[in-house]
């Protein structure tokens, strides 16, 4: 059966958590994959590839999300949509220091 199931728990690291631009991206790459997306913060469930389900987690920066897919791309999808919140919507700074 192709009825993957995998999760993990990330933390949005971005300044402004994820607000618009953010969700649109993560909307955007969840609706590349064939698998359901969803996205979890303190026990509320939602659809990872609607812009609205996802704005209304208010997730700010230190938020815990636990980003779970199911089906046959599974693996990927989550791995893809993982690594975007990792690293901060490309809003995220590299290399920056105080002092």
Not at 39 to 62: C, F, M, P, Y
Request: proline share 2%; aromatic share 4%.
């Amino acid at each position: 059966m192709s009825d993957n199931v995998v999760r993990k728990t990330v933390q949005v690291c971005n300044p402004q958590g994820m607000h618009a631009r953010p969700a649109d991206m993560f909307v955007k790459l969840a609706s590349q994959f064939e698998s359901q997306v969803d996205v979890i913060k303190d026990g509320n469930r939602v659809d990872g590839k609607s812009i609205l389900g996802v704005l209304t987690l208010v997730a700010e920066q230190g938020t815990d999300l636990t980003i779970e897919a199911r089906g046959r791309d599974a693996e990927d999808a989550l791995s893809a949509l993982a690594g975007l919140v990792e690293q901060g919507f490309d809003e995220v700074q590299a290399g920056t220091h105080d002092g």
